[in-house]
């Protein structure tokens, strides 16, 4: 392409500051040095992710900088050495990197790795703006008509693939599903409940689901979700407001003794705990797959885990991100895993702080809490 070697100039909504909305900037885009590829962003997922770092409230967040780690792209330029890419490609950037070198990467039991987040892998940024220089989010920064991502951080999908939907598939449908199909391991015949039925405990759901479970169990305070959830796969919903005793007792007593599975979609540490509770004594397994508030501390009677019960937390879903996500593009593309149904409201980019308040709102009132808006640029 014409760019290719040359610095782009484009628009990004920037953070400046912790709390303070973002700004819609024209900055300076490198072009990708060796190891790393530059690509025109073509569309977003919000996420609650973006808004707790942008909120101050989490201690590693970093300013100035540009913030989103839910998107999809095409690629315009690469850097020296890159050979799996090219221009033209479709990709999904990946906020937990595959390098396939270092000691995670190695290690079958987990999908982490050891790599650089808020800078390119030499410790610098790409992205400047009056003559700062901005930190680069998760290593995506998708809040940008272009962006830099280091080629371990990236993975090439169908170029068949409609980018304003697989763009969710870089976070929080893979962290949902993945939980009951990875971490959990879900069984055919099980029983499973889930806890938050925003878009995370939907893809839960939908994990479930395709795993076979005979009864799924829905639990939120509004009701206006359980339609959806039902039409995701849960066979039954529970509102803890119904009840007069804590939930977790509310579902011992539906399933003669707890659920095989719980998963906790929600980020609140006593839910947390709830979900672990409602769990089966002797084999009943708890999945945290929300992000609690900075300084939360969870807890539980030891009791509960001397008798059998196992807590476990999850990052994407357990997939290893380059390897997995095209695989997850594959079974969208054939029909079997559900992207379209989780987006409930499509913006321009210019609009994307519109895009936060929407989130917000929707959390309170409609179905999908989470990654539920994208922005098209």
């Excluded at 799996?84 to 390098?99: A, E, H, M």
């Excluded at 980018?163 to 449908?173: A, P």
């Excluded at 849960?234 to 509102?239: E, H, L, Q, R, Y």
Aim: aromatic residues 8%; glycine residues 10%.
């Amino acid at each position: 392409m014409e760019t290719a070697g040359r610095v782009i100039r484009c628009r990004a909504a920037v953070a400046w500051k912790a709390g303070e909305p973002l700004v819609m900037e024209e900055v300076e885009l490198a072009p990708p040095k060796g190891g790393e590829v530059r690509l025109k962003v073509v569309a977003t997922g919000i996420c609650h992710t973006d808004s707790y770092t942008l909120s101050g409230s989490d201690p590693e967040g970093v300013f100035p900088v540009v913030l989103g780690h839910e998107g999809a792209g095409i690629v315009e330029s690469v850097g020296e050495g890159v050979t799996k890419f090219q221009p033209g490609d479709k990709v999904i950037p990946l906020y937990i990197p595959q390098c396939g070198e270092c000691k995670f990467c190695k290690n079958p039991k987990t999908n982490l790795s050891s790599k650089h987040q808020c800078l390119m892998p030499d410790g610098t940024t790409r992205f400047s703006c009056k003559g700062k220089s901005l930190f680069q989010f998760m290593g995506c920064s998708t809040f940008s008509e272009y962006t830099v991502v280091a080629e371990i951080s990236l993975a090439k999908v169908d170029h068949r693939a409609p980018l304003d939907k697989v763009c969710l598939l870089g976070c929080g449908i893979t962290t949902g599903y993945g939980a009951a199909v990875n971490t959990a391991k879900v069984e055919a015949g099980s029983t499973c409940a889930v806890f938050g039925l925003g878009a995370l405990g939907l893809a839960a759901i939908m994990g479930c689901k395709a795993a076979g479970a005979a009864r799924i169990i829905g639990v939120d305070l509004n009701p206006d979700k359980f339609q959806t959830a039902r039409e995701f796969g849960a066979t039954d919903v529970v509102n803890p407001k119904d009840h007069s005793k804590p939930i977790q007792e509310v579902l011992v007593e539906m399933t003669d003794g707890g659920v095989d599975y719980s998963f906790e979609c929600v980020g609140n540490v006593a839910i947390m705990r709830a979900a672990l509770e409602a769990c089966h004594k002797g084999w009943g397994t708890s999945i945290i797959i929300g992000v609690a508030a900075a300084g939360q501390e969870i807890s539980t009677r030891p009791f509960q885990l001397v008798t059998g019960r196992t807590w476990k937390g999850t990052a994407f879903g357990g997939y290893k991100s380059v390897e997995s996500v095209p695989k997850l593009v594959e079974e969208y593309m054939n029909k079997k895993l559900k992207v379209d149904e989780f987006v409930t409201h499509t913006l321009p980019f210019e609009n994307i702080t519109d895009g936060f308040d929407l989130m917000h709102s929707i959390a309170r009132c409609l179905v999908n809490i989470k990654y539920n808006c994208k922005i098209e640029k």
